[in-house]
RNA sequence: GGAGAGAUGGGUGAGAGGCUGAAACCACCAGUUUGCUAAACUGACGUACGGGUUAAACUGUACCGAGGGUUCGAAUCCCUCUCUCUCCGCCA
């Protein structure tokens, strides 16, 4: 939620960075203004008839006390006059209020100033690409054919228990994937986040905090006897572990990553785009979840861009770094990089991760704050990124490690692997 | 799933219609004392939304799990819901 003193006090900032985002409803700036500084008057002299029928109470409560039983029925009678008003006013407040929220939550997080104009994928930044394009043998194939051939993982099967997209993984396919779980984890704890184990459904303030709710409804699995929701990403349940938190400017930045499984509904795609690992609606993801000083997120977020690189050139993976333009970022966020690798097999970019700084989106929702020097509580930034993601590694690892008798595991993994060749 | 008890500030915990935004203790913060630490003492110490201010000060309203109700007045009484604990049942 973009914070109101920001649109109050920068209506012009506010409208031009929503245009940036190719939100389409601007005028709704406006109005929000408009709602905004009605429901201020509402509030003034509702507060007003409160503190009258306040002291009222109070001198009616002294006169029963002092026995004088008339005049305290004269004065009752003037505070029913006033709750009238009241009464009125209150519900005449709450309508604002809520109409107020209805457009704030619309609103998607203002873009931050380096991010490129444009509206689709193809206008995304290259930042850099780095690593070596292989070049495959002869009947190189597809990651879908290599998991065939090797009995890494089954997708029929997991149509026959579940739907589409919720593969079974299995013997060395299985054993990858824990692997690379536990390898991505150990980076992670290394560069100082805490592992946490989160509940892998949350409930509907959860999924506000973070801006799923109420924007992205239909992309969430929804366990409606309960009214829980399956968690899209860790990101979820980890950053609102700070909801409604003040947290000492001392310990910021708080640092947290999380191995779950990620649920996505996804529905609207097809082809190539979703064959084997490329798409799925179960998915294994690292994730790391950093909360921070408004001061510091930017430099917070080179870290955490830095820490996805090392992963993929340890993953000998060739890959290349976006940054997202205006139309093509998440709805929460201010800057986002997104992390490509090349699947050699397929000959095309899959997206592996996405790094971004929500700044204060999330925390204002959340009510994620931090004391500063001054004891003054203020709202600090949220930024995360997926580190990483696995199909579609699994995809690339597969595709381009592959060789005429197996497939090699990179040096750093086969320790968690405890076998270096697919074969 | 059944029965009972409960939910109050960072923590423990008092309050049982007006004197309560909330005692006391602990923790935290600032200071005094001290060679240093500890102890002792003094003071400050919730949040949100408004008003006010360059910023403060100051000030209004709301908030004692959530929502509704009774009342001139509710942390306190009533209703609904949620959650926690204990016992029983079931269970990895």
């Avoid at 002294?62 to 209150?90: I, N, W």
């Avoid at 609102?240 to 640092?255: A, G, H, Q, S």
Wanted: proline share 5%; with cysteine; aromatic share 8%.
């Amino acid at each position: 939620m973009i914070e109101i003193n920001t649109i109050r006090t920068q209506p012009d900032l506010v409208k031009k960075g929503l245009a940036k985002k190719h939100f389409k409803d601007i005028q709704l700036v406006d109005e929000l203004l408009q709602v905004d500084e009605q429901r201020r008057k509402v509030q003034q002299s509702l507060e007003d008839i409160r503190g009258k029928e306040n002291i009222l109470a109070k001198e009616i409560g002294e006169l029963f006390k002092q026995g004088k039983k008339d005049e305290a029925e004269t004065k009752k009678a003037q505070v029913t006059g006033l709750k009238e008003e009241s009464a009125k006013l209150t519900e005449q407040l709450n309508k604002l209020e809520s109409d107020q929220k209805d457009i704030l939550v619309k609103f998607p997080n203002l873009p931050h100033s380096s991010v490129p104009e444009g509206k689709t994928p193809e206008e995304n930044e290259v930042l850099k690409q780095v690593g070596e394009i292989p070049t495959l043998h002869d009947g190189a194939t597809p990651h879908w054919d290599i998991a065939k051939k090797y009995d890494l993982f089954d997708l029929e099967l997991g149509v026959k228990i579940t739907g589409a997209g919720f593969p079974v993984y299995r013997g060395k396919g299985a054993k990858l994937q824990r692997a690379l779980v536990a390898f991505f984890l150990d980076h992670a704890i290394e560069a100082g986040y805490e592992e946490v184990i989160p509940p892998y459904m949350v409930n509907e303030a959860s999924a506000f905090g973070t801006g799923q709710l109420p924007d992205k409804e239909g992309q969430m699995y929804h366990a409606t006897e309960d009214d829980f929701y399956l968690i899209p990403t860790a990101e979820v349940p980890v950053t609102n572990i700070y909801r409604d938190e003040i947290i000492e400017e001392k310990d910021l930045p708080k640092k947290n990553t999380a191995y779950s499984p990620c649920f996505r509904r996804e529905a609207g795609s097809y082809g190539k785009d979703v064959r084997g690992l490329n798409r799925l609606h179960q998915f294994e993801k690292v994730e790391i979840v950093q909360i921070a000083h408004p001061d510091k997120s930017y430099d917070i977020l080179e870290d955490m861009v830095k820490h996805v690189e090392v992963l993929l050139q340890k993953l000998e993976l060739p890959y290349r770094i976006l940054r997202l333009c205006g139309g093509d970022m998440g709805f929460a966020s201010a800057l986002t990089y997104d992390f490509e690798v090349y699947s050699a097999a397929q000959k095309r970019w899959l997206e592996v991760s996405s790094v971004s700084n929500f700044e204060t989106f999330q925390t204002n929702r959340l009510k994620t704050r931090f004391r500063d020097e001054n004891k003054k509580v203020r709202l600090a930034h949220s930024l995360n990124g997926s580190a990483l993601a696995l199909p579609r590694i699994v995809a690339s690892l597969l595709e381009n490690h592959q060789t005429k008798d197996g497939v090699t595991i990179p040096a750093a993994l086969v320790p968690y692997t405890r076998f270096d060749k697919i074969a």
